[in-house]
């Protein structure tokens, strides 16, 4: 035969007639298909009476194994559950005498399974009697396949609906539409906007047949129907969507405009009424072409894949497939290349141009076409559409590509094991974790795993995950490469689990070396101290615990007792002051050595803090074992050390104290060797106390003082009392000391020895201060002004050690001077000796300031400190108050006469006047006048008194005798 390329066929043989050529035609032109053209008789069974070729390539049986016999051969070959499914299918369609389609499974003859889509229809005689089915099989395995791949391809979708005339719409359970795309949208004149949000029952209210068909598909029935919309045709495949319990939640559809392809149906429905349904129904495009590239015939299909709106449109445009169509030159010559060579190709790839420009991916099948002698006519065949598994695979390779580079450019490792613990894979880092290639590691993980006990608990959660299925958490294992390099890594793995059994372990290997390192230091230093090395409080305590526990435990624990000796090192605060922290520092050192060398083994030396350490005794019988050790300290710590050229000896006061019958806690145990420790500081340096109740007792009488003490500014308890101050020349009244007094609810008037050290030692002494200076104050403006005429009295307060460090403090005065109205010449601050040498160079600074604000000075306790000529000179100061103890013995004891003679010489010579204190008989305060002593005070003039009784002294005008 010749072909006729301006006919758009091949000529027929002179001695066949038309219609017989045109059957021929399409019989090969169905048998070139890659799918099963098939015709069933009505009989039960529908037995096959008719196959195409292509069931060989479908499922390997030949078209004469299908029909033979009784015909019955496709439905041996599926599953029992898709043969009911896909015999109720045929007989709704039959019943409902439409078209229909089904999806199902067959065991190919080879073994393999295949999924098969079939489209098929009843055919009925002009009396309307069944005479059989007739349709087409396809093989859809790969689109099964690729059916995750294609609902990530979404987006890509919407594009390609946009560029053909079709329309993907949803509806929800009202039949509201929440999408709809597609390019044929535009045949009906409609936007996506104009259908999202709207019901269909509104949109089509003048349609009752796609209201009809909607209806159908809300009730959950799946079918395929075809209206005709403003002259387009549209063939609508509805799915319901339905949620777990079966519930329709919505409709899926897909319209296919197919004017064009019923247009075509009409005009060749007469010649080719057997195969039409076959030709049109087919998903894939078909195509005849002569060798030299060009279209003689193609499907409806074939040019929507192309963009083309009609199959003739496509024959007109497109003159040469490889130049118009193939993107890459010279694939055509390839695809002509391997059908002479195998007269047929298969899954032949390559990418397509569209008519509007974009790319996509198609999958070819043919076959040459030749005549009875064996000349090439041409080709015929199908193309699909593959882009969506193309981009699916790109993806995936480049997301192989993005993963071998993660596992082969980590610092960590990756790896796979067998539940026997076998590596079957192990990453390029092998050689960072266990100095070996990837190759040589593939052995038992054993061999890289040491002997540490932590690694057995590793291998117990690998061992729970592989046993269960489920991830178990991160743990850590060490390790150890072929050289003996020893690492500690993180692992963090996972198990693999096929037909619900665990066949491998995947995971990874962090190095965690360093950071194990610096965990375990960090551990180190939360636990012990960073100066000495000893342990510290928190681990003190820890181990205090456990042994409390372990004696407990023993069957006689009273014979097996846990001590503690608390130590504090006398004198510490001197050599810091006097010789630096950093020598400070090293006898801290030098200490906890020698605490540490004079311990049983077991036995734990700890710093709390400061200079505070204490010592953990077990196993001891009695107090005498622990009295024994707190010797041994004590010697070991009298011998002399030296630091930095400097000998200091350092001696330390320690509290002892041991646990009872199993009732003691680590917390007491603690807080009775601390007051034990107190007791044995308050009797002299170098001392050990062990403690008994009755200081317990004490401490906390002394806590509840404290309580109480900071409470007694706010309640109102305070009092102030003066003391009057007398010209020892004229026995006037000349000034007043303020003096402070606690008036305790409970234990009523509180002597200030008991409670003016607490206040100095807790603080307290600042509010305390502050509120007394500011009463004194007030009331010294208070007597002047009833006392108009009189000279004003100087006010007197003593300044503590806190007070006179506050960096506020002058301001503090200027303050309470400016509130009270009182002018600063009439208020005396009084600081004793000690205070003020306490730091010389801070103090001499403090009272420069004061001075500047024009109050007097006073140095308090003159004689009894340590003070110099050369500070004294330095000082501020306008009085000098010479000590109670050297008045006690005026005139009796020479020694003290001369003292107080030489204080009084020494504070004339620096222009400073003197007071003297604690004047008791009538011959102190003589021999003090003749002695040429200014003022005096003590009980020989007044005591103490409150406010009241001083304003009554005052308005008599009586001199103090």
Request: hydrophobic share 40%; aromatic share 8%; charged share 25%.
């Amino acid at each position: 035969m010749k072909s006729d390329a301006h006919s758009g066929g091949f000529d027929a043989p002179p001695q066949l007639d038309t219609l017989n050529f045109c059957r021929e035609r399409m019989a090969g032109l169905v048998n070139s298909l890659p799918g099963i053209a098939f015709v069933c008789s009505s009989e039960k069974g529908w037995p096959v009476r008719y196959a195409s070729e292509g069931c060989l390539e479908l499922t390997g049986y030949t078209a004469q194994e299908f029909v033979a016999g009784d015909g019955l051969a496709m439905y041996r070959w599926m599953p029992p559950e898709d043969l009911r499914r896909f015999s109720e299918t045929v007989a709704q369609g039959v019943a409902k005498r439409q078209p229909y389609m089904a999806e199902y499974r067959i065991r190919a003859k080879n073994g393999a399974e295949k999924w098969l889509w079939e489209k098929g229809r009843p055919v009925f005689d002009p009396n309307g009697a069944l005479l059989g089915l007739e349709g087409f099989i396809s093989d859809i395995s790969s689109l099964k396949q690729v059916e995750n791949a294609l609902s990530q391809s979404e987006q890509r979708l919407r594009s390609v609906l946009g560029s053909v005339p079709i329309i993907v719409f949803a509806l929800d359970c009202n039949g509201v539409f929440t999408m709809g795309e597609g390019r044929g949208l535009e045949a009906l004149g409609l936007q996506n906007e104009n259908y999202v949000g709207r019901s269909v029952f509104e949109l089509y209210r003048d349609e009752p047949l796609v209201l009809q068909d909607v209806s159908r598909a809300l009730r959950g029935e799946t079918f395929t129907a075809t209206v005709v919309l403003g002259g387009v045709a549209f063939e609508t495949r509805y799915q319901p969507m339905l949620s777990a319990d079966g519930e329709v939640e919505g409709v899926i559809g897909v319209s296919i405009d197919v004017t064009q392809r019923r247009h075509m149906e009409e005009a060749l429905r007469q010649a080719e009424a057997k195969y039409r349904g076959i030709f049109e129904n087919a998903i894939e495009g078909i195509f005849q072409s002569t060798p030299d590239g060009h279209y003689l015939t193609v499907n409806p299909m074939l040019a929507t894949l192309y963009g083309y709106d009609s199959p003739q449109e496509l024959l007109d445009s497109v003159r040469d497939i490889g130049d118009q169509l193939y993107l890459e030159a010279g694939r055509r010559d390839e695809f002509v290349r391997e059908m002479a060579a195998h007269g047929k190709v298969e899954n032949f790839e390559a990418p397509i141009k569209r008519r509007d420009g974009s790319i996509i991916w198609i999958s070819e099948n043919a076959r040459e076409i030749r005549d009875e002698n064996h000349q090439l006519l041409g080709y015929e065949g199908t193309a699909i559409d593959i882009t969506a598994r193309k981009e699916a695979e790109a993806a995936l390779r480049l997301s192989e590509n993005r993963l071998r580079d993660i596992v082969e450019h980590s610092s960590n490792l990756f790896y796979s094991h067998t539940p026997d613990h076998v590596l079957t894979y192990v990453s390029p880092q092998s050689r960072d974790f266990f100095d070996c290639e990837p190759e040589d590691a593939l052995v038992n993980w054993s061999e890289f795993v040491t002997d540490n006990p932590v690694n057995a608990v590793g291998f117990e959660i690998c061992q729970r995950a592989i046993e269960t299925g489920q991830a178990q958490p991160v743990y850590s294992l060490e390790i150890e490469g072929r050289k003996g390099r020893r690492l500690w890594v993180e692992v963090n793995e996972a198990p693999v689990v096929r037909d619900g059994k665990t066949v491998a372990i995947v995971g990874a290997l962090v190095d965690v070396t360093k950071r194990t390192a610096i965990e375990e230091k960090l551990k180190h230093q939360a636990f012990h101290d960073s100066l000495t090395g000893l342990p510290n409080r928190a681990l003190f305590m820890d181990r205090l615990g456990h042994a409390l526990a372990r004696s407990n435990r023993r069957e006689s624990p009273s014979h097996s007792r846990t001590a503690i000796l608390f130590l504090d090192l006398d004198r510490f605060k001197v050599v810091n002051d006097s010789l630096g922290h950093d020598v400070g520092d090293q006898l801290l050192k030098t200490v906890a050595a020698r605490l540490e060398a004079s311990l049983r083994p077991g036995d734990t030396a700890a710093r709390l803090g400061g200079d505070e350490f204490t010592v953990l005794l077990e196993d001891v019988a009695d107090v005498g074992d622990a009295i024994h050790v707190a010797e041994r300290i004590a010697l070991e710590l009298q011998a002399p050390l030296s630091l930095n050229g400097q000998e200091v000896f350092a001696t330390t006061s320690i509290g002892i104290t041991i646990s009872g019958e199993g009732q003691s806690a680590p917390d007491d145990l603690l807080r009775d060797a601390d007051v034990a420790m107190y007791r044995a500081k308050s009797k002299g340096r170098a001392q050990y106390e062990v403690f008994d109740p009755e200081m317990n007792a004490r401490a906390l009488e002394r806590l509840h003082l404290e309580t109480d003490l900071w409470q007694a500014v706010e309640r109102g308890e305070l009092r102030v009392f003066y003391q009057p101050k007398v010209r020892l020349d004229t026995q006037e009244i000349v000034g007043l000391e303020a003096l402070v007094r606690w008036e305790h609810p409970r234990h009523g008037l509180v002597s200030p020895a008991d409670f003016i050290p607490l206040a100095e030692e807790t603080g307290v002494i600042l509010p305390i201060g502050h509120w007394v200076l500011r009463e004194a104050c007030r009331q010294a403006r208070v007597w002047q002004d009833v006392r108009p005429d009189a000279e004003p009295l100087q006010m007197a307060v003593n300044l503590s050690a806190r007070q006179l460090g506050q960096s506020d403090l002058t301001q503090c005065i200027a303050d309470v001077l400016k509130e009270t109205g009182l002018a600063p010449r009439h208020l005396k601050l009084e600081i004793t000796e000690s205070v003020v040498m306490g730091d010389a160079e801070t103090s001499i600074r403090t009272l420069r300031e004061l001075k500047n604000l024009g109050v007097q000075l006073a140095i308090d306790d003159f004689g009894t400190g340590y003070s110099s000529l050369s500070y004294l000179r330095r000082f501020p100061v306008d009085t000098l108050k010479i000590d109670r103890s050297f008045i006690n013995n005026l005139g009796s004891d020479i020694e003290d006469t001369e003292i107080v003679r030489a204080i009084i010489s020494l504070a004339q010579a620096l222009k400073l006047e003197v007071t003297a204190e604690g004047i008791e008989t009538a011959a102190q305060a003589l021999e003090l006048a003749e002695l040429h002593c200014d003022w005096g005070q003590g009980y020989h003039f007044a005591r103490p008194m409150p406010a009241d009784a001083i304003s009554v002294l005052l308005a008599s005008k009586q001199v103090i005798c």
